[in-house]
């Protein structure tokens, strides 16, 4: 009989007051087998799986939940690493809610089964006990090569499918550190970095080879790269920062959200003076913005110890950060000034912000988005006392590869033209996917990416 409890089992969580002052992970998900089974026998086993059509990768929920009830866990790990080849990753910052828990039948009457806390439970089993597990070993190599540009999750997964086909794949990634967003964006206490280089491990271990510190654009160029290998996937993401373009953001104390970020993540700024980059907070900060990437600026800025304000132009009810989230960066003390906007940001003699003028709005018809549109309320200016102004208004694609590739067709603000099903761009051999292609979007759906491309590359060079 499956459980009937309304509500998911709870997860281990930080008090918020605690975790306030600290990177650590806010949630520890479930920390016994116990909680998870309780949690997995509120699966219906539905024969039509509508779930799984919730998932842009097709995880096989309902098997993986079954093998967990029934206690075989390396099954479960099993079934789910079949589909998804980051699912501690995935369990941790999917937006399950609008996807497979979205669909699950659960959700109707009550909560839906907690799907991406049970794949973390199964996905960090599985890492824990790696040493018991069929070791991952590099496929018969099948003499092709391929080049992979960037290493966040489309790049790591189309680089790990096409290595268990027996391709020898290379990754060129940017930084000093592989792993894209998951490394230099999302924050410690969301997505602990050790996890994130325990799964580039298991891509690794299949044979894929990783150079850092390769800009590509720059050392080599993607024709270039063609010469060499038989085919190219890009990877790259959608790294470059938008601004608002108002008055005041070159003052000191205005960070882009990338930047602030790469600061406290990849250069563990939060440890400064033990590790090498500062970042200055200041005693008051304002984020502008309403997605994950201001609730973590925002999350951020509080660990360290300003008073932080979350400026969005919209109300909640459209706020594309995860629900989650929102409530996490509530309980955690992040006050939000909603239906406003900056106008200006105000300097001091020094050149150093002091403050914001910002605008009160009002919601208006739907734009082109289905949200409803800010309007400024004429009339209501007014300021708020800040030092520092960190800037979350969404990322676009970097355009170094699209001005070095000949014949690479791009939309008008970046993003590379290629095949949703295939990720095929206009160019022979060359494909691509994830927020290179789309802006940008979600790990999953940059997962999915990289999984379609794969499969059409090795169907071309098998040809
Ligand atoms: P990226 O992860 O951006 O990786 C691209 C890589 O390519 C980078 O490492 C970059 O250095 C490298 N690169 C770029 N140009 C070159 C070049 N010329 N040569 C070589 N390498 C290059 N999604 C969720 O699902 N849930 C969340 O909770 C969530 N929170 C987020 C929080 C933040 C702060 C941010 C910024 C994003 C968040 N996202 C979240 C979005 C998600 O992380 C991205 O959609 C996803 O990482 C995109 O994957 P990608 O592989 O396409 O690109
Ligand atoms: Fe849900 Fe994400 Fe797991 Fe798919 S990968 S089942 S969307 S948590
Ligand atoms: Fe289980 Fe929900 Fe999927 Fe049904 S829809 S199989 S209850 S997870």
Redesign the pocket.
């Known amino acids: 009989m499956p459980n009937m409890q309304m509500t998911k089992t709870p997860a281990v969580e930080q008090d918020p007051i605690v975790r306030s002052c600290n990177f650590n992970e806010v949630s520890s998900g479930y920390t016994t087998f116990e909680m998870a089974k309780g949690e997995a026998e509120r699966c219906l086993q539905c024969k039509n799986m509508p779930c799984v059509s919730g998932c842009p990768v097709n995880v096989r929920i309902p098997e993986f939940i079954k093998a967990l009830k029934e206690g075989d866990l390396a099954k479960s790990h099993e079934i789910l690493k079949s589909t998804s080849n980051l699912p501690a990753i995935?369990g941790?910052?999917?937006?399950q809610e609008t996807q497979c828990e979205q669909k699950c039948v659960r959700g109707i009457k009550g909560e839906p089964v907690g799907i991406g806390r049970l794949e973390r439970f199964v996905a960090d089993w599985g890492m824990a006990h790696a040493d018991e597990l069929p070791a991952v070993k590099p496929a018969e190599p099948n003499g092709k090569k391929v080049a992979v540009?960037?290493?966040?999750?489309?790049?790591?997964?189309c680089a790990g499918d096409l290595a268990k086909l027996g391709y020898k794949v290379t990754i060129?990634?940017?930084?000093h550190t592989?792993?894209?967003?998951?490394?230099?964006?999302?924050?410690e206490f969301?997505?602990p970095k050790a996890l994130v280089r325990t799964e580039i491990a298991t891509v690794e271990a299949l044979g894929v080879e990783i150079i850092t510190n390769?800009?590509?654009?720059?050392m080599e160029t993607v024709d270039e790269l063609l010469e060499e290998f038989d085919a190219v996937f890009i990877?790259?993401?959608?790294?470059l920062p938008n601004f608002q373009r108002i008055p005041g953001e070159n003052l000191n104390g205005v960070y882009s959200?990338?930047e602030f970020?790469t600061r406290i993540n990849l250069m563990k700024a939060y440890k400064f003076p033990e590790a090498d980059t500062p970042v200055r907070v200041g005693k008051r900060a304002a984020v502008v913005g309403g997605?994950?990437?201001a609730?973590?600026?925002a999350r951020c800025a509080k660990r360290l110890g300003a008073d932080v304000t979350v400026v969005y132009r919209r109300s909640e009810k459209e706020m594309p950060a995860?629900v989650e989230?929102i409530e996490h960066a509530k309980e955690e003390g992040i006050k939000f000034h909603l239906l406003c906007n900056p106008l200006e940001v105000l300097g001091d003699e020094n050149g150093f912000v002091k403050g914001l003028k910002c605008i009160e709005m009002e919601l208006g018809e739907p734009d082109a988005s289905g949200r409803r549109r800010p309007v400024p309320k004429a009339g209501s200016e007014f300021e708020i006392l800040v030092d520092t102004f960190i800037v979350?208004i969404g990322?676009s694609p970097?355009p170094?590869?699209k001005n070095t590739t000949k014949g690479l067709d791009t939309q008008k603000w970046g993003g590379i033209i290629a095949d949703e099903e295939t990720g095929k761009t206009s160019k022979a051999r060359v494909y691509a996917?994830?927020?290179?292609?789309?802006g940008?979007?979600?790990?999953?759906?940059?997962?999915g990416?990289?999984k379609k491309a794969a499969a059409a590359i090795h169907e071309e060079l098998s040809k």
């Open positions: 995935c941790r910052v999917c937006p540009v960037g290493s966040g999750p489309a790049g790591l997964t060129f990634e940017a930084l592989p792993g894209g967003v998951l490394v230099y964006g999302i924050p969301r997505l390769s800009v590509i654009g720059r990877g790259s993401g959608a790294g959200a990338n970020l997605g994950n990437v609730m973590d600026a995860r989230e979350a990322n970097n170094l590869i996917g994830g927020d290179a292609v789309t940008a979007a979600t790990v999953i759906l940059a997962m990416a990289g």
